[in-house]
Every structure is written in C-alpha cells, then in structure tokens.
C-alpha cells in the first residue's frame, strides 16, 4: 500500500515526503515539477510527471501502484477551487477503481477572505459536496486544508505550520481508515 502526494516537490511536499518516508511510508510523488526537482526527493520514492487533470496519466499511474492514500498539497502555481474541482474529477474517475481509503486535500486560497467567505459555505461548496459524496457512497475518509497562497508567499512560517498540520490531519484520516478496515475485517 501506498500514499500518491500531489504537489511532493513543492516547498510544501518535499517535507511532508520527507516525514513519511522517515516513517518506511511506501511514497509515489505525482508532480508537474514546476517547483522542484526530483533529485529532493529521497532515493526510492517513485516520482510521476504530470497533472490529476488527465485521467489517462492518473490510470497509468494507479496501475502502477497499490494507493491506499492520496495527499494534494498546494504548489507553486496558484490554483482556483475550480481548476481543483476539474482535477479532482479526473483524479477520482481513476481512484475510485482502486482500493483508496484516505484524501487529504489543501484548499487553496488567494487569500483570507476568500478562505472565510468559501469555508463559510459550508456543505454547498462544490468541493465538500465532492467529498461528501467520496465518504458516503465509497467509504473513503476525507479531510480539507484552508491553504492562504497570499499568506504562503510572504510569510516562510505559514508554510512549516501547514505542513505540520498536514501532516498530523493524514495521520489522523489515515489512522480513521485502518480502523475501520480492522472493524470490517473482524465483523466479516
């Protein structure tokens, strides 16, 4: 089994592969290297290169690997809810044939307010009715990260602090479903 980290070449994604490979986590990176190179990323993690947004490439890369775990970390490039949204379409059309049990996803903002007004919608924004439906009709633990890009690009300790808490946000969903598969597997 394997976590698949989007964005692991970014200031933010090398770290947190980092941490999980300390940990003899099995790690593939999918990234389009816009904000890193691959010779950052330890020896025998397996880096991919290319975009969630074509579906062809995200099959080939499940083919590839036994993904029980997906992890989107913010990039280099800003990216709208929107383009998030088409990406993860594409992403879970390929996913969901696999035996995914965990998604951590950051949330990119261009700023405050625009996190505030987004997060204030509560189950009508797009993204957690995605998410939502990935919970209730597959089983797979979600979680969301509010990522601030206007405060990402000028403050170095906004980033050490997200990864931090990525990091703790996948190990409590990731936990949640192993739990869960060990419940399934003594009630069978």
């Known amino acids: ?62 083919a590839c690997h036994d993904v029980e775990s997906i992890v989107l970390l913010p990039t280099a490039l800003p990216l709208r809810e929107t383009d998030l949204l088409i990406a993860m379409t594409s992403l879970l059309a390929a996913a969901l044939r696999s035996r995914l049990g965990s998604l951590l996803v950051a949330r990119p ?48 300790a906004y980033t050490a602090r997200f990864r931090m808490i990525a990091l703790d946000r996948y190990d409590e969903i990731h936990l949640t479903h192993l739990a869960s598969l060990r419940k399934r597997s003594t009630t069978a």
Do not use: K, Y
Not at 8 to 25: D, I, K, Q
Not at 35 to 53: E, N, T, Y
């Open 1 to 62: 089994m394997s976590v698949l980290v989007f964005g692991g070449l970014s200031e933010c994604g090398r770290p947190f592969v980092e941490a999980l490979h300390r940990r003899g986590t099995s790690i593939a990176v999918v990234d389009r290297a816009t904000a890193g190179r691959a010779d950052a990323l330890p020896p025998d993690v397996i880096w991919h290169v290319g975009g969630m947004d074509d579906e062809v490439f995200m099959r080939r890369v499940f």
């Open 109 to 156: 903002f261009a700023n405050r307010a625009a996190m505030e007004a987004c997060c204030g919608m509560g189950a009508r924004c797009p993204l957690e009715t995605l998410l939502a439906w990935c919970r209730q009709v597959h089983g797979i633990h979600c979680a969301t990260l509010p990522f601030d890009q206007s405060l990402a690009a000028t403050d170095p």
